[in-house]
């Protein structure tokens, strides 16, 4: 399988699922920066990353500039039906993506794509529709455990590492 594209959904996949709000009534959303390596990954192989998302927040929109992912999809209702449009843009199938999502509105996608994943603290019934369950929660790093696990099928990893090092060595 010739994976093009790496979809991800945020809250319960980037995020704890948390939602943080101060007396200001200001969000909060933690991420972790084990997931930035994911998408520099994909990037390293070629692959394109999107991200598609119920909420519509800057504090997405900010994290998905900063880690320059190459499609963002917020307030998002129907994810298959923007994935569909994505797909048609790209010029690839279905079958070409792997998204990783946490709950009831990433069911449908997750049961189209060429591969699924959502993380260990998934509700069973996500679970039973993935291919893979992740070992991370979310807000864990899954994201990135995800990309790698993709890329070590594909014997990948290794040369994507040294790779990344080579880069990192060269600034």
């Avoid at 996608?109 to 679970?127: I, R």
Wanted: aromatic share 8%; proline share 1%.
């Amino acid at each position: 399988m010739e994976i093009k594209l790496i979809a991800t959904d945020i809250d319960g996949v980037w995020t704890d699922g948390g939602m943080y709000y101060d007396n200001e009534g200001n969000e909060w959303k933690k991420f972790n920066t084990y997931d930035s390596a994911g998408i520099f990954f994909c990037k390293v192989n070629g692959i394109q990353t999107a991200i598609f998302t119920g909420e519509e927040t800057e504090i997405v929109k900010r994290r998905a500039d900063k880690l320059i992912v190459d499609h963002l999809f917020q307030g998002v209702k129907n994810k298959l039906k923007s994935m569909n449009e994505l797909c048609r843009k790209l010029g690839i199938s279905l079958d070409q993506v792997a998204y990783i999502g946490d709950d009831l509105n990433d069911i449908e996608l997750l049961k189209e794509v060429g591969l699924s994943a959502c993380p260990h603290s998934s509700p069973e019934y996500v679970k039973e529709v993935v291919d893979w369950e992740m070992d991370k929660n979310g807000g864990d790093g899954v994201f990135r455990e995800f990309v790698e696990k993709i890329l070590e099928e594909e014997g990948l990893l290794d040369s994507t590492i040294t790779k990344t090092l080579e880069m990192m060595n060269n600034r």
